[in-house]
T-cell receptor, first 115, second 116 residues
Framework: AQTVTQSQPEMSVQEAETVTLSCTYDTSESDYYLFWYKQPPSRQMILVIRQEAYKQQNATENRFSVNFQKAAKSFSLKISDSQLGDAAMYFCAYRSTGANSKLTFGKGITLSVRP | SAVISQKPSRDICQRGTSLTIQCQVDSQVTMMFWYRQQPGQSLTLIATANQGSEATYESGFVIDKFPISRPNLTFSTLTVSNMSPEDSSIYLC?????????????FGAGSRLTVL
């Protein structure tokens, strides 16, 4: 079974600075999808970024980018120019490409942004 | 308008009662997923609901406790039966592929249940 590990329960960043959130996963599959979701206090789960495992190029979405290291099974999220609105729980998630595959989440990390 | 609408947003329930959560999507979708998020925890998949067939439950979840209906391609319900304080959680509905594209799950805002 696939597992997703987020070993840092909390992190803090100064506004306008850069922060990196770590995630590792375990799988025997060669093709899969990886995601970062954000959950602010409103509890709405919001997709931040996704990465297809077959793509070597790291995904980017404005201030958000990932460092995808397939051999190391590592998938970290970098947030540049941090804003107060970035404060939230961030979940790393894995999904295989098979039919009816489920999304497996890590435990999440609470990010606080200091003004 | 919201892509996924969940009702109720929150509720306080008495031990031993049952509550049904509704999930309405503004577009037809094949697969709908129900997740549970216990306080301070991550999301755990309860079951997958496809229209026209019985829901598929994950290990640790059973139909008697969490019956699910999926009468059409835009609607599903999850019932939490015979509730106990351990059922206090956020329950989230999600769908695949709409509107964020294939293989991406979009979530409703969740239903926060507190069982006294």
């Amino acid at each position: 079974a696939q597992t997703v590990t987020q070993s840092q329960p909390e992190m803090s960043v100064q506004e306008a600075e850069t922060v990196t959130l770590s995630c590792t996963y375990d799988t025997s599959e060669s093709d899969y999808y990886l995601f970062w979701y954000k959950q602010p206090p409103s509890r709405q789960m919001i997709l931040v970024i996704r990465q297809e495992a077959y793509k070597q190029q790291n995904a980017t979405e404005n201030r958000f980018s990932v460092n995808f290291q397939k051999a190391a099974k590592s998938f970290s999220l970098k947030i540049s120019d941090s804003q107060l609105g970035d404060a939230a729980m961030y979940f790393c998630a894995y999904r295989s490409t098979g039919a009816n595959s489920k999304l497996t989440f890590g435990k999440g990390i609470t990010l606080s942004v200091r003004p | 308008s919201a892509v996924i609408s969940q009702k109720p947003s929150r509720d306080i329930c008495q031990r031993g009662t049952s509550l049904t959560i509704q999930c309405q999507v503004d577009s037809q979708v094949t697969m709908m997923f129900w997740y549970r998020q216990q306080p301070g925890q991550s999301l755990t998949l309860i079951a997958t609901a496809n229209q026209g067939s019985e829901a598929t439950y994950e290990s640790g979840f059973v139909i008697d406790k969490f019956p699910i209906s999926r009468p059409n391609l835009t609607f599903s319900t999850l019932t939490v039966s015979n509730m106990s304080p351990e059922d206090s959680s956020i329950y989230l509905c999600s769908v695949e592929g709409h509107p964020s594209g294939a293989n991406v799950l979009t979530f409703g805002a969740g239903s926060r249940l507190t069982v006294l």
